[in-house]
């Protein structure tokens, strides 16, 4: 195998993304992670001329984002917002950081973010909702400075993914490993609207028989833009590694303790009048809460639907560990088994004025005729929270074999996950306003409480045939198991859910024995390669009680009923064929080009969504209650390219452009109506985007400036609104800090970051939930600076 695939280098000229070479090895990441003599900024002046060489271990479209490159976006960047700057990624939220879970939009390849696989480390981190019943954040599994590097396969990930959501391809973090040399690093952000980060690590070098570990903390606060809010929290992270002669133990253990203030959404339709930028909370002004209703609780009528709330926020605490172990058991065979654990307690919470949203009329059903607003503490609002418990264990086991020309692999992973979900109300007191900083105590009202058992098993088979030095075909399959059993052991008292006497209970299996891949890879030179992949994959039903796209939030037993018996999961077959290159040239300006193309093209079929029943199935679930049911398929085509221009050691330029076209190939039916969505384009998901950064060294400085350009979007399923462009800049601008380096500090520098440079204005993401007429925007977040110091010692 020619070595030049089998090395890649991300020298500091360029960013990451340049792009496009795929599975970087985990050594150069770590590579990163010294503080050597040697900052980033000596490295980058001493490294050749900036190569992103051909990755040789996939058949698919798979790119890797480094450390480094990854904190130059900003320090303590969510690792899938760090991804935006690759081709085919659309990634939107509220806070700079991409940290605040409830208005995050991310879409890759017309697939939304709970359509795709995500892991840490290997462990599977769940489907990404909000309020989410399996899994964590990735910014939570992990502080963003202890990630070693983020690998995303856009068009269809590993086998061995641990997930029961990767329609779309998968995402894996992968925290950095301990340093051989005993050090402590820290680092200090401070910036606009109030914004401190720390992030302090000890790594305590090589110690004993191959032992090293390290332990970092990281507090992080932030006041958001728009109003009186606080985002932040508190993480602890540490890793200890024991290698020896047997294999590798690594243990592995996180601590996470944010919250994020929420954001309301601004309502878009013909007959909302009043459509502001943004819609801030009054905490902690109560005084003007009081003021903002009318003596009976009432909103101003002329604001509609985009009324004010009081404070809304997320709190999340989460405990994650992972021991695993990489056996070896000769010299071409390994088996890796890896054991985990996760503990989420959550809540969401909103207080907001009683006398909105059909408010009114569930109070009564607990409260008839009482005074409500006496009930609920006088002051015109009530506090509503949905209460989240996850209790998750798993186990990931591996056998990986050579024989002769084949790589053989075979896999299975298990998890049983407990999780629940409280709807309650609380009164908000007019004496004793509450905190979104504290969580309520002595409900007046749990309107339902859920909770499911839910167990996973995933097996895959594959082998990697070399059929000659430079040709190797790929081929194998997964099966996925799910067996889900959900009760209400609250359960809401008639009239408190719509045209619901109780929600639905019972036990709901799905098994697809054989989801098949297949790939191939050619090493047309040492410097080009071309490859192609075909595989099918299938995301498990939901399983989440009283909320969201699943079988356990339907209104009645009877529509649980129905979806149990007729209902399929969802699938998706994609097709993806590219070309990669890494190449030096030898002229006087021009000195390097790397970069990637891929086409593809996905059937995705039975497409789940919860709409009004025909009158047929009224007849027989009972009434016009909501169903979840099978609408149709989508058909996707689309087109990815980027590429690094090199200019020497001093420039770089990185552009990333991408094509996609998601329509829907069939109508449904809404109720009695027709919905017209065939031939209409996926919404929310944009056709075109182009990311560029410009990277300059002078010196021991480095600029970065990048630009982000979003094409339209459509904002619902008929595709008769849609929401404009934007195009966005950032600037970077990095160096070292001479005057004081020397003696017992080392590798000082600093990091400056401008986002949002132009300061523009204009809708960020867009959130789809009707078929047409209305839709709701986040906004653009305004210019923000930070400015980050860090050293070791």
Do not use: C
């Not at 820290?186 to 992030?199: D, E, L, M, P």
């Not at 098994?511 to 050619?522: M, V």
């Not at 132009?758 to 078929?771: E, I, M, Q, T």
């Not at 209305?774 to 305004?782: C, E, H, K, R």
Request: glycine share 10%.
């Amino acid at each position: 195998m020619n070595k030049k695939f089998s090395v890649v280098r991300f020298a500091a000229l360029s960013i990451p993304m340049l792009a496009m070479a795929a599975n970087v090895a985990a050594a150069v990441a770590d590579m990163a992670d010294t503080p050597a003599a040697d900052t980033a900024v000596e490295a980058a002046a001493a490294a050749p001329i900036a190569t992103v060489e051909v990755a040789t271990r996939k058949t698919r479209s798979s790119v890797e984002l480094g450390k480094n490159e990854m904190q130059k976006i900003l320090p303590g960047v969510n690792p899938l917002k760090a991804l935006h700057t690759l081709p085919g990624v659309s990634f939107q939220t509220a806070d700079p950081w991409g940290n605040n879970e409830q208005n995050l939009s991310l879409f890759i390849h017309g697939f939304s973010g709970s359509q795709l696989g995500y892991t840490m480390d290997g462990v599977p981190l769940g489907d990404q909702q909000y309020g989410n019943y399996n899994g964590l954040s990735p910014q939570r599994a992990i502080t963003s400075e202890n990630v070693g590097r983020v690998i995303l396969s856009s068009g269809a990930g590993d086998l061995a993914t641990a997930s029961t959501s990767n329609l779309g391809g998968t995402i894996e973090t992968f925290s950095s490993n301990p340093l051989p040399n005993a050090n402590f690093s820290a680092q200090q952000t401070v910036g606009s609207y109030k914004t401190s980060r720390t992030f302090l690590r000890y790594d305590t070098g090589n110690f004993g028989d191959g032992n090293s570990a390290y332990i970092s903390a990281a507090h992080h606060e932030q006041k958001a833009w728009d109003f009186d809010g606080r985002q932040g929290g508190d993480q602890i992270n540490a890793k200890f590694i024991n290698s020896s002669s047997l294999g590798k133990l690594t243990l592995y253990v996180a601590y996470s303790d944010k919250i994020e203030p929420n954001e309301d959404s601004t309502v878009r339709s013909a007959t909302e009048k009043y459509q502001p930028y943004t819609r801030p909370f009054m905490y902690p002004n109560f005084q003007q809460a009081l003021s903002y209703l009318s003596a009976t609780g009432a909103t101003p009528a002329a604001e509609g639907n985009n009324y004010r709330n009081y404070y809304s926020d997320a709190q999340r605490t989460d405990y994650l560990t992972y021991a695993k172990f990489d056996m070896n058991l000769g010299e071409a065979t390994t088996w890796s088994n890896q054991i985990y654990y996760h503990n989420d307690d959550g809540v969401g919470v909103v207080a907001g004025p009683i006398g909105v949203a059909g408010l009114p009329a569930l109070f009564a059903v607990y409260f008839p005729g009482q005074n409500l607003k006496q009930v609920f503490g006088n002051s015109g609002y009530a506090t509503r929270t949905t209460e989240y418990e996850i209790n998750r264990n798993g186990w990931l086991s591996t056998l990986k074999t050579e024989l002769g020309d084949h790589n053989l692999q075979a896999g299975l992973w298990f998890e049983h996950n407990r999780s629940s979900a409280y709807r309650r109300w609380y009164a908000l007191d007019v004496n004793n306003p509450s905190s979104p900083y504290d969580r309520p105590s002595n409900p007046l009202i749990t309107q339902y409480g859920s909770e499911i058992d839910n167990k996973v098993v995933q097996l895959h088979l594959q082998d990697e045939w070399r059929i000659r030095p430079d040709l190797s075909l790929q081929a194998g399959f997964k099966s996925s198991l799910q067996f889900a059993e959900g009760q209400f052991p609250v359960q809401p008292k008639a009239g408190a859910i719509a045209n619901s006497t109780a929600l639905p209970v019972g036990k709901i299996d799905t098994k697809k024995w054989f989801l098949p891949q297949i790939g191939g890879r050619w090493d047309i030179t040492g410097q080009d390669q071309a490859f192609f992949n075909i595989q099918k994959n299938m995301r498990q039903f939901v399983t989440y009680g009283g909320g969201g796209a699943s079988p356990w939030s339907l209104s009645s037993q009877g529509a649980f009923d129905l979806f149990k018996s007729t209902a399929r999961p969802e699938t998706s077959i994609t097709y993806e064929a590219g070309l990669r290159t890494s190449h030096q040239l030898n002229g006087d300006v021009l000195t390097g080009f790397d970069g990637q193309i891929n086409v593809y093209h996905v059937n995705f079929k039975d497409r789940l969504l919860q709409i009004s029943p025909t009158s047929v199935i009224s007849s027989i679930i009972g009434g016009n209650l909501a169903v979840l049911t099978n609408v149709g398929a989508v058909k996707t085509n689309g087109i990815d390219f980027s590429g690094t221009l090199h200019f020497g050691r001093t420039f770089s330029l990185y552009n990333a452009l991408s094509y996609n076209q998601s329509k829907y190939d069939d109508n449904y039916m809404n109720g009695n109506a027709v919905v017209p969505t065939a031939g209409k384009k996926v919404p929310g998901s944009p056709e075109w985007m182009d990311k560029f950064v410009a990277t300059l060294n002078i010196a021991d400085t480095e600029f970065q400036l990048g630009g982000d350009y979003v094409g339209k979007r459509y904002a619902t399923y008929t595709n008769d609104l849609q929401v404009k462009s934007y195009f966005l800049m950032n600037l970077g601008v990095s160096g070292k800090l001479p005057f004081l380096n020397g003696g017992w500090v080392k590798n000082a520098r600093y990091r400056l970051n401008v986002t949002n440079l132009a300061d523009r204005k204009g809708d960020l993401n867009v959130v789809v939930g009707a078929a047409s007429g209305t839709y709701n925007t986040f906004p653009i977040a305004p210019r923000q600076g930070f400015l980050t110091l860090m050293a070791d010692f």
